[in-house]
């Protein structure tokens, strides 16, 4: 069973997943893939990825430098197939919009199935439960929340065992039907067919830039704000001083630091809202050097890599303490501007599952300015809700060179919920059998 849940790259359940990160349609318009295997992709004939506006989130794996660019309208649409079907579920998206109307996202017959996140003017949910006669009942909840030229994510959820249905705005709770829930009651689908993405939003009165939507995420379960994609712990190093990344928090200090170094971050993802991320080097001969090397040519990404900590002539050691209970997928950065670093690092984690896991063999460190290929890693860890996760960044090379860190993010990965009650008593059974280590 534990190799299944290592090597697999499921995301549980997430039942559909367009990043707008990559156009299949050579011609005008969108064809942009689904991350869920087996869902259909979104068509938008009269849309385009757009870089234009770097993004303030990188979310998932890899970075985020691509989004749904409505001039004419996006009116994205995706054929519906069975997994689209659920009971429960999560919808959730990053929007930028000064649309006075058009829909959001919607899967609707346009009469008694379905949902409908509408009138972006305002913002309001209408959705359809079984009726528990054989026909369904519509629910309505309003938001009021205008949006802007800034990136907002947008949430909605439904769990039909206590018929609560939640609205979340950049993973805070906006309003719900608390008091007015129905519990028993499905989500009703018949005859909602086509899921639309963007309906009628064309980019009026944003300055010509156009309607932005990305991350568009559907799952079968009411997900916690701890596991949607707005939930992501995500730190920039680097000397003080540095340009942190947007979306980031900084963890700057002056020169070089006999470790460990330690910072807290406030994060939903953590047991009590908080993290604490320690950083040392691999022997006590050396110090965490917090460096600013300048700036990057990369428009997108180029205050993430242009700084970092390094350990001179070893390995690196991460430490999160305080993790909330679950399952995460970590991205961690290795990059130097500077050009000297021509070294190879091993990834170990020790976690619920083990110690020294071995979850990257090998990543070449990349240097410069302007790199063609970035050194980045994503990869599983397994929290158990007490015992800290250390991540070793090893030099693998024959000889002492840099280790750099530039940055990582972090996220929950979703998972139904008797997957993850099953998950966490694994781990919870793990842990008592194995003695926490330390790396080196």
């Not at 039907?177 to 009026?204: C, F, K, V």
């Not at 799952?219 to 596991?227: D, E, F, V, Y």
């Not at 022997?283 to 917090?290: A, E, K, Q, R």
Request: net charge negative; charged share 15%.
């Amino acid at each position: 069973m534990f190799v299944a849940l290592v090597g697999g790259t499921s995301q549980g359940a997430v039942v559909g997943y367009w990043r707008a990160e990559t156009d299949n349609d050579s011609g005008v318009g969108l064809s942009v893939p689904n991350e869920y295997a087996g869902g259909n992709p979104m068509i938008a004939p009269n849309a385009s990825i757009s870089d234009a506006v770097p993004l303030s989130y990188l979310v998932g794996i890899g970075t985020n430098v691509g989004s749904i660019n409505g001039n004419a309208n996006i009116n994205g649409t995706v054929s519906a197939y069975a997994a689209l079907n659920t009971s429960s579920i999560t919808v959730e998206l990053f929007a930028r919009t000064n649309e006075g109307g058009g829909d959001l996202i919607s899967r609707t017959d346009g009469a008694g199935a379905g949902f409908i996140v509408t009138n972006v003017s305002s913002l309001d949910v209408t959705y359809a439960i079984d009726d528990g006669a054989g026909g369904s009942e519509l629910v309505t909840i309003p938001i009021s929340h205008g949006f802007s030229s800034r990136w907002d994510h947008v949430a909605w959820t439904y769990d039909p065992e206590t018929g609560r249905s939640n609205v979340y705005i950049d993973g805070q709770l906006k309003t719900s039907n608390e008091g007015s829930e129905t519990p028993g009651r499905n989500l009703y689908w018949q005859g909602a067919n086509t899921l639309w993405i963007g309906h009628d939003m064309d980019g009026a009165g944003l300055n010509g830039s156009g309607s932005l939507l990305d991350e568009v995420r559907i799952s079968s379960i009411p997900l916690t704000p701890q596991q949607m994609l707005c939930a992501a712990l995500q730190v920039d190093f680097g000397a003080a001083g540095q340009q942190v990344h947007p979306g980031f928090q900084a963890f700057t200090r002056s020169g070089d630091i006999d470790g460990p170094v330690a910072a807290t971050f406030d994060s939903v993802l953590g047991t009590s809202g908080q993290v604490t991320v320690t950083v040392d080097a691999e022997n006590t001969s050396n110090t965490i050097d917090f460096r600013d090397r300048g700036d990057s040519s990369l428009v997108n990404i180029g205050e993430l890599i242009d700084d970092q900590i390094m350990n001179q002539s070893g390995g690196v050691q991460l430490t999160l303490s305080d993790l909330a209970a679950g399952e995460y997928l970590m991205t961690t950065w290795h990059h130097d501007l500077s050009g000297a670093a021509d070294g190879l690092l091993d990834i170990l984690v020790s976690d619920a599952l083990g110690s020294d896991r071995l979850v990257a063999d090998d990543l070449a460190i990349s240097t410069g300015d302007n790199p063609l290929n970035l050194a980045q890693a994503s990869y599983r860890l397994f929290s158990d809700g007490a015992s800290p996760i250390v991540i070793f960044f090893d030099d693998a090379f024959s000889g002492n060179v840099r280790t750099p860190l530039n940055a990582f993010s972090l996220v929950a990965v979703p998972e139904p919920g008797t997957f993850a009650l099953l998950l966490l008593g694994c781990l919870a059974m793990l842990a008592r059998r194995t003695r926490a280590s330390d790396l080196r």
